[in-house]
């Protein structure tokens, strides 16, 4: 088995990536190449590895959801009293990872979270199917449980509580953050591991400066 995994190898050689040719600004580099992952059927495209780190310098990762990308950043929804949520309200900095093997690409995005408005999380909450806006009510998440049942007890309260209702409320501990990104850096696999690397870093002007790092 450990001879195997060793033996695993694969060269890439799909595409390449060039200053000359990658857009001046980070998100609409990035949209393009979310576009080709959904395109080249990459199963959940927008499933990406958020990394937060507490206060006693100890990392965590986890994959949450991609819900938006606006102009400021990355959008994803969790429970505010999970843990993830805990070390954000600590530590604001984070990073995202989204790893698409079908094109041979990396993106990874550092920089600092916030809050996202009220009136987002409101809106894509109340665009959830019914199931999850019941679920959201219903897990106390990251917390030790002692089984399954407790759940489907929540759930059955939380409709017996809703009962008649249009509408269920988003829950106050449940909503959105965005990550704002000031860098960003884009990842093709080249032959013989002589990737193609280009990170984007913000200046203090607001501009953005490119920068090839070595593989
Ligand atoms: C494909 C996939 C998508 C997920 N999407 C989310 C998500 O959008 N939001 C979320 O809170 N957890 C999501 N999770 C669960 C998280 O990975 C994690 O278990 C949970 O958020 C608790 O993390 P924490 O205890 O570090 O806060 C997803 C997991 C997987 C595997």
Redesign the pocket.
Known sequence: MKDEIADLRRDYNNNTLQIEEVEALPIPQFSKWFDDAMKGGVL?PN?MI?S?VNEQGRP??????L?GVDEKGFI????YQ??????LAGNPMASLLFNWMQQERQIRIEGKVELLEENLSNSYYNKRPLGSRIGAWSSP??RYIPNRKILEENVKSIEHLFEGNEEISRPPFWGGFRLVPDKMEFWQGRSNRLHDRLMYSLESDGSWRIERIAP
């Open positions: 959940e499933a958020l937060t965590s990762s986890r994959v949450v959801l819900k994803f929804y969790t429970n999970s843990r993830k949520a805990q070390e998440q990251s």
